[in-house]
């Protein structure tokens, strides 16, 4: 994974409550076990109208929006547990989602695939979503370091365990932080 220290980003508004991982991505997609293509098909009920023409209405196809954060109404993630849902949102380029609530599965998929989902109050996520809503070219600042998320007479500081932030950092995954603990653990084994 990439390391994810700081970013700073304009953000695509979807106001949407109640986003389900069927929603990101459809379940006729999810065939491949592969993670490549999929940020191709995120959203695509919502981006696409049935006879596949684009729908210039979604934010996604809209281009005053763009940049690689994604705020998001209540309740983002929810339904299904498909790791599929975080490998399109990273495949179309997301590396922070911020909204009021998450999925527990749903956020510890994302933190899997190195995006980072930010919760933050219903007041802050409002107002940001209006501020973006006003000025498309709004620039968000994430410092994961110190926890914090600003943009412009705003700002909040939201909590992430402590052990997946060290892999963000790093741009470890579960296994990259075993092997960057090999040392301690063989002077461990060789006690024993």
């Not at 979807?14 to 293509?37: H, M, S, Y």
Request: hydrophobic content about 40%.
């Amino acid at each position: 994974m990439e390391k994810f220290i700081q970013l700073t980003s304009t953000a695509i508004p979807l106001e949407t409550e109640n986003v389900d991982t069927d929603q990101i991505i459809p379940a006729r997609f999810l065939k491949a076990t592969d993670k490549l293509g999929f940020g191709d098909n995120v959203f695509r009920d919502w981006r696409f109208h049935k006879d596949g023409s684009l729908n210039e209405s979604f934010p996604l196809n809209q281009s005053i929006y763009g940049g690689s954060i994604l705020v998001a109404g209540n309740n983002f993630g929810c339904g299904s547990s498909r790791e599929h849902a975080a490998w399109a949102l990273a495949g179309y380029g997301f590396k922070v989602i911020v909204s009021s609530f998450f999925a527990d599965i749903f956020k510890g998929n994302a933190l899997n695939n190195g995006v980072l989902p930010i919760q933050v109050s219903e007041v802050f996520l409002k107002d940001l979503l209006d501020k973006i809503q006003v000025d498309p070219t709004l620039e968000i600042n994430i410092d994961l370091e110190n926890q914090s998320i600003s943009y412009v007479n705003g700002e909040e500081a939201f909590e992430i365990d402590a052990y997946k932030k060290v892999c963000l950092i790093n741009g470890y995954d579960d296994i990259d932080f075993l092997i960057s603990k090999k040392d301690k653990i063989n002077a461990f084994e060789a006690t024993r």
